[in-house]
């Protein structure tokens, strides 16, 4: 039997305004023969696997088929890169304008000694503009879903704010409420008010633009979404020097190709992947595979795109370009781990698919039951208009983005930035931290670590004579020593051998810095061999010591790691670094179990080999090289110091760098999530108790609209507690 071969295509999807979208969308493509797809809300994308013998163009038009609109996704590569995105403010015009227009209906309508004659012509004026323009994205999606025969939450917003300003424009045109002089006062007393005279004009605008300030806040988070592969993208060269014809000549990446030769020069990136020609430099590699310690390379030796080369000459032959290249492949990573956490349905939304279509059916039994038992259409009209004003979602729409708002201001003041609502339901259930060590547990800098000297010497003399010659090289290493040893005395007839060290004249003495060449003194043996970064000092043709450089512990990791242990979580250091190296600042900082010489791939891999052992997992990290192992994980934490594709990749960064960020972001996460939590419940209850009050006329539209308000001052203020979170 043939196996049909199996493609696979992102495509960028517009209009969706919840989860309910996401997973039409889904069903829409699985109705295609062989096709699967992965919806994700939070990002706008499609993951879709189909047959070869389906065009990409039929996924798109089976997704504007739905109502939407979709458009195959650019590749992870040079065509990709260029400035992110800009947020469109059309969203934030639309809810300035309409907050202008609803404070003086809400004023006139709640403050009789503030209406004018025709006042209530005044606020219908302005409540049109907010119920037709300002609620003009809430009216679009309801009908969207209408003509596809379902409901979400911007039904019941569409239909409650047409409701309430039909019956206000019923009551001015053919009631009294439009009569010279009428004055609307505000008062909760039942049947206070003949219902022909009573105008809601102030819950048509005030409803609009609560859900639409919710609809704001929630679209800000949603447009930083796609900026990971940017700022993967951003980490590699824009233009390459080629030879051509042993000239060289400046070109776009975009148009190198496999087999060109290109030049490198000190400071600048290594333009894609390939293999030394000529020359030797030490490569600074750390933003790609976590090494903190520079790499030696020359002829023959391959070399990565999105490195720095950070002293020496080279000419790299291309060997991968485009989307073959490490770097593409480490934004194909994201890219999958992102498809992989597949749209995370909001639990106001899960609710709603149960909720809307039963308001609706209490709606019209309502109706249908007055007329039935004899009343007037007045009055079974404003019982139903009620019943949708009472069970309009406002408490819904701000219960996540108020307390997201509180909980990430606060977070904001402590260091810690939090994307979304989305990843907060991780946060209570994590058990393991995996913590990166270059830049996260370490500072990322060469520092010096020890200067041992052989019998004979003292350590001040082999310090200073060593970073007298290092003070005339550019290598990471030779600079640490160089800071090291402060003033020096000068050197002359320096030499750069590539691969073993310098060599240099100080006062009259010839030093040699690199390498060891000749034999090891034994008091130095153990010096060399505890796996550090060693050089050796020698003169007069003997080693006279030993210097050890080593990347920095923070001296806040120990404390940060402790109280990650007290929350009850385990700690695990994963490098790229050596297996010793790793081990050593594990012991340094109490973490017992360390996973050492790892390339990005590899991460990914053991990020999801913990989560298949029912661990779950948040990932710390700051460099390219962890970014997709941020996206795999169940919740990404990015320090603010690191690169932007760690940080754009990241469900929380944190800004100040520091590790003690990691518990007190988690203990904030869990906060803010419990809030959330609080207020959805809150909301569906006054929900589901003011609904049968309503529908037995207990309330008319205006107390309704009063007591929706009140749910809202409820979930707000509930959130403001956010603030004092220590």
Same mark, same amino acid.
């Given at each position: 039997?043939?196996?049909?071969?199996? @493609?696979?295509?992102?495509?960028?999807?517009?209009?969706?305004?919840?989860?309910?979208?996401?997973? @039409?969308?889904?069903?829409?493509?699985?109705?295609?023969?062989?096709?699967?797809?992965?919806?994700?809300?939070?990002?706008?994308?499609?993951?879709?696997?189909?047959?070869?013998?389906?065009?990409?163009?039929?996924?798109?038009?089976?997704?504007?088929?739905?109502?939407?609109?979709?458009?195959?996704?650019?590749?992870?590569?040079?065509?990709?890169?260029?400035?992110?995105?800009?947020?469109?403010?059309?969203?934030?015009?639309?809810?300035?304008?309409?907050?202008?227009?609803?404070?003086?209906?809400?004023?006139?309508?709640?403050?009789?000694?503030?209406?004018?004659?025709?006042?209530? &012509?005044?606020?219908?004026?302005?409540?049109?503009?907010?119920?037709?323009?300002?609620?003009?994205?809430?009216?679009?999606?309801?009908?969207?879903?209408?003509?596809?025969?379902?409901?979400?939450?911007?039904?019941?917003?569409?239909?409650?704010?047409?409701?309430?300003?039909?019956?206000?424009? &019923?009551?001015?045109?053919?009631?009294?409420?439009?009569?010279?002089?009428?004055?609307?006062?505000?008062?909760?007393?039942?049947?206070?008010?003949?219902?022909?005279?009573?105008?809601?004009?102030? +819950?048509?605008?005030?409803?609009?633009?609560?859900?639409?300030?919710?609809?704001?806040?929630?679209?800000?988070?949603?447009?930083?979404? *796609?900026?990971?592969?940017?700022?993967?993208?951003?980490?590699?060269?824009?233009?390459?020097?080629?030879? @051509?014809?042993?000239?060289?000549?400046?070109?776009?990446?975009?148009?190198?190709?496999?087999?060109?030769?290109?030049?490198?020069?000190?400071?600048?990136?290594?333009?894609?992947?390939?293999?030394?020609?000529?020359?030797?430099?030490?490569?600074?590699?750390?933003?790609?595979?976590?090494?903190?310690?520079?790499?030696?390379?020359?002829? *023959?030796?391959? +070399?990565?795109?999105?490195? +720095?080369?950070?002293?020496?000459?080279?000419?790299?032959?291309?060997? !991968?370009?485009?989307?073959?290249?490490?770097?593409?492949?480490?934004?194909?990573?994201?890219?999958?781990?992102?498809?992989?956490?597949?749209?995370?349905?909001?639990?106001?939304?899960?609710?709603?698919?149960?909720?809307?279509?039963?308001?609706?059916?209490?709606?019209?039994?309502?109706?249908?039951?007055? #007329?039935?038992?004899?009343?007037?259409?007045?009055?079974?009209?404003?019982?139903?208009?009620?019943?949708?004003?009472?069970?309009?979602?406002?408490?819904?729409?701000?219960?996540?983005?108020?307390?997201?708002?509180?909980?990430?201001?606060?977070?904001?003041?402590?260091?810690?930035?939090? !994307?979304?609502?989305?990843? /907060?339901?991780?946060?209570?259930?994590?058990?393991?931290?995996?913590?990166?060590?270059?830049?996260?547990?370490?500072?990322?800098?060469?520092?010096?670590?020890?200067?041992?000297?052989?019998?004979?010497?003292?350590?001040?003399?082999?310090?200073?004579?060593?970073?007298?010659?290092?003070?005339?090289?550019?290598?990471?290493?030779?600079?640490?020593?160089?800071?090291?040893?402060?003033?020096?005395?000068?050197?002359?007839?320096?030499?750069?051998?590539?691969?073993?060290?310098?060599? $240099?004249?100080?006062?009259?003495?010839?030093?040699? +810095?690199?390498?060891?060449?000749?034999?090891?003194?034994?008091?130095?043996?153990?010096?060399?061999?505890?796996?550090?970064?060693?050089?050796?000092?020698?003169?007069?043709?003997?080693?006279? *010591?030993?210097?050890?450089?080593?990347?920095?512990?923070?001296?806040?990791?120990?404390?940060?790691?402790?109280?990650?242990?007290?929350?009850?979580?385990?700690?695990?250091?994963?490098?790229?670094?050596?297996?010793?190296?790793?081990?050593?600042?594990?012991?340094?900082?109490?973490?017992?179990?360390?996973?050492?010489?790892?390339?990005?791939?590899?991460?990914?891999?053991?990020?999801?080999?913990?989560?298949?052992?029912?661990?779950?997992?948040?990932?710390?990290?700051?460099?390219?090289?962890?970014?997709?192992?941020?996206?795999?994980?169940?919740?990404?934490?990015?320090?603010?110091?690191?690169?932007?594709?760690?940080?754009?990749?990241?469900?929380?960064?944190?800004?100040? $760098?520091?590790?003690?960020?990691?518990?007190?972001?988690?203990? #904030?996460?869990?906060?803010?999530?419990?809030?959330? !939590?609080?207020?959805?419940?809150?909301?569906?209850?006054?929900?589901?108790?003011?609904?049968?009050?309503?529908?037995?006329?207990?309330?008319?539209?205006?107390?309704?609209?009063?007591?929706?308000?009140?749910?809202?001052?409820?979930?707000?203020?509930?959130?403001?507690? /956010?603030?004092?979170?220590?």
């Amino acid at each position: 039997m043939d196996t049909v071969a199996e @493609r696979e295509l992102d495509l960028d999807l517009g209009g969706m305004t919840c989860a309910s979208c996401a997973n @039409r969308i889904e069903r829409k493509l699985a109705k295609i023969d062989g096709v699967r797809a992965t919806v994700n809300f939070a990002t706008e994308r499609a993951h879709v696997r189909y047959p070869a013998g389906v065009q990409p163009a039929e996924l798109v038009s089976a997704v504007e088929s739905a109502g939407y609109s979709a458009a195959v996704s650019l590749p992870a590569g040079p065509a990709a890169a260029g400035p992110a995105e800009p947020m469109p403010d059309h969203l934030g015009r639309r809810l300035a304008i309409s907050a202008l227009a609803a404070v003086p209906v809400v004023a006139l309508s709640m403050i009789p000694t503030l209406q004018f004659d025709y006042w209530q &012509w005044v606020a219908l004026a302005l409540t049109t503009l907010v119920v037709f323009w300002g609620g003009y994205p809430f009216h679009r999606a309801a009908l969207t879903n209408a003509r596809h025969g379902s409901s979400t939450m911007d039904t019941l917003v569409s239909l409650g704010t047409l409701a309430a300003y039909g019956w206000s424009l &019923w009551a001015l045109v053919f009631g009294t409420a439009g009569q010279i002089g009428m004055t609307h006062e505000f008062t909760l007393r039942l049947g206070a008010h003949d219902p022909a005279g009573q105008i809601y004009l102030e +819950v048509s605008a005030a409803v609009t633009v609560f859900l639409l300030a919710g609809r704001y806040a929630e679209s800000r988070a949603k447009r930083r979404a *796609g900026a990971a592969l940017r700022a993967l993208i951003e980490v590699g060269a824009k233009d390459v020097t080629v030879l @051509r014809a042993d000239a060289e000549r400046r070109i776009p990446v975009s148009e190198l190709r496999v087999g060109d030769r290109f030049v490198v020069r000190p400071g600048e990136k290594i333009a894609t992947d390939g293999r030394v020609l000529e020359g030797a430099a030490a490569v600074d590699a750390s933003t790609v595979t976590g090494e903190s310690v520079p790499i030696e390379v020359s002829g *023959g030796d391959a +070399v990565v795109g999105g490195t +720095v080369n950070t002293n020496g000459r080279l000419v790299v032959r291309a060997e !991968r370009v485009g989307a073959d290249t490490q770097l593409a492949h480490i934004a194909a990573l994201v890219t999958e781990a992102q498809n992989g956490k597949a749209a995370v349905a909001r639990l106001a939304d899960r609710v709603s698919a149960v909720f809307v279509p039963v308001v609706l059916v209490v709606a019209a039994a309502t109706l249908t039951g007055w #007329l039935v038992t004899g009343h007037a259409a007045t009055e079974a009209f404003t019982a139903a208009v009620a019943v949708l004003i009472v069970a309009c979602p406002c408490a819904l729409g701000l219960a996540t983005p108020t307390a997201l708002l509180v909980g990430t201001g606060r977070g904001a003041q402590l260091g810690i930035l939090i !994307r979304g609502p989305e990843v /907060l339901e991780q946060t209570k259930r994590i058990d393991t931290v995996v913590l990166d060590k270059t830049g996260t547990v370490t500072t990322g800098r060469m520092t010096l670590d020890e200067v041992v000297a052989a019998h004979g010497e003292s350590p001040d003399r082999v310090l200073a004579l060593a970073a007298a010659v290092e003070g005339a090289s550019e290598h990471p290493v030779a600079r640490a020593i160089a800071v090291a040893g402060g003033p020096a005395p000068s050197v002359t007839e320096f030499e750069n051998r590539p691969g073993i060290g310098v060599v $240099g004249l100080v006062e009259g003495v010839r030093v040699s +810095v690199g390498r060891p060449e000749g034999p090891i003194p034994a008091e130095l043996r153990s010096v060399f061999g505890a796996g550090r970064t060693t050089v050796a000092v020698a003169w007069d043709g003997a080693i006279r *010591g030993a210097i050890t450089v080593a990347d920095a512990v923070k001296p806040t990791s120990a404390e940060a790691v402790a109280q990650i242990v007290a929350l009850g979580m385990t700690p695990v250091l994963l490098t790229g670094d050596r297996a010793e190296v790793g081990h050593a600042v594990a012991r340094s900082v109490g973490i017992d179990r360390v996973i050492a010489e790892v390339m990005p791939a590899d991460k990914v891999a053991h990020v999801a080999g913990l989560q298949a052992e029912g661990a779950v997992v948040a990932m710390v990290g700051d460099g390219v090289n962890d970014a997709a192992a941020l996206a795999t994980a169940d919740v990404g934490l990015a320090m603010g110091t690191g690169t932007d594709a760690a940080i754009e990749a990241g469900d929380l960064t944190l800004v100040r $760098g520091d590790l003690r960020s990691v518990p007190q972001a988690i203990r #904030l996460s869990r906060a803010t999530l419990g809030t959330i !939590r609080a207020n959805l419940f809150w909301a569906f209850a006054y929900n589901v108790a003011a609904i049968p009050l309503a529908a037995l006329g207990l309330l008319n539209p205006m107390i309704a609209g009063a007591a929706m308000a009140l749910s809202s001052v409820f979930v707000v203020g509930n959130s403001l507690r /956010l603030r004092r979170f220590r």
